[in-house]
């Protein structure tokens, strides 16, 4: 079945350091989504791509979507003590459900 | 709007005691799942439904059950517990399937068996 890998599984950074996820999944999808979770709380979307080689920006946020729609990417700029956590991506195709990498740990020290 | 609503919140069980994880949604969603996050695991889908009466296995749905018998409502039973369900649940709902848009999720539910 479909699998969806994330590298890496923890970043430690100082803040004011940039910072990059990596997603890539076995199949092509449909659509990619991003989730950040805190620590001791639940996660919560950020954004969803659709289409080949799309860029999405959120203030310091920057998503891509591969050309050929089996990858992602999550980049953060100019990192700060608010972005700590774990960020997921998740992959859709013609199922029903989202299939989630295991995620990335964002630590960030002032 | 309170979005989704899980309880309980925290529960311990014994081995073998069964349970149910309650998770309702006021948002009128027809797609909802149940998810569990192990440390440094990810999440993993248990059981998911697309509309009331309507139920599938997930990649982990093993020593679960599920009903759907509103729109609201999509309790997640566990019979005799096992340590290997010591997990955070998670119960979600979307407007529609995958390629569709966000999950929301609720606060989760952290259940220890010992």
């Known amino acids: 079945g479909q699998q969806v890998m994330q590298i890496p599984q923890y970043q430690h950074v100082q803040e004011g350091e940039d910072f990059t996820t990596y997603c890539n999944s076995s199949?092509?999808?449909?659509?990619i989504q991003w989730y950040k979770q805190r620590p001791g709380g639940h996660p919560v979307f950020l954004i969803q791509l659709v289409k080949s080689g799309e860029v999405k920006k959120q203030k310091r946020l920057t998503f891509q979507f591969g050309e050929a729609k089996k990858n992602s990417s999550l980049h953060i700029t100019a990192t700060q003590t608010t972005d700590v956590g774990t960020y997921f991506c998740a992959g859709g195709n013609s199922g029903y459900a989202l299939n989630f990498g295991k995620g990335t740990s964002l630590l960030v020290t002032p | 709007n309170a979005g989704v609503t899980q309880t309980p919140k925290f529960r311990i069980l014994k081995i073998g005691q069964s349970m149910t994880l309650q998770c309702t949604q006021d948002?009128?969603?027809?797609?909802m799942y149940w998810y569990r996050q192990d440390p440094g695991m990810g999440l993993k889908l248990i059981y998911y439904?697309?509309?009331?009466?309507?139920?599938d296995k997930g990649e982990v749905p093993n020593g679960y059950n599920v009903s759907r018998s509103t729109t609201e409502d999509f309790p997640l039973r566990l019979e005799l517990a096992a340590p290997s369900q010591t997990s955070v649940y998670f119960c979600a709902s979307s407007v529609s399937g995958s390629s569709a848009g966000e999950l929301f999720f609720g606060e989760g539910s952290r259940l220890t068996v010992l």
């Open positions: 948002m009128n969603h027809n797609y």
């Open positions: 439904s697309v509309g009331a009466g309507i139920t």
């Open positions: 199949t092509t999808l449909s659509n």
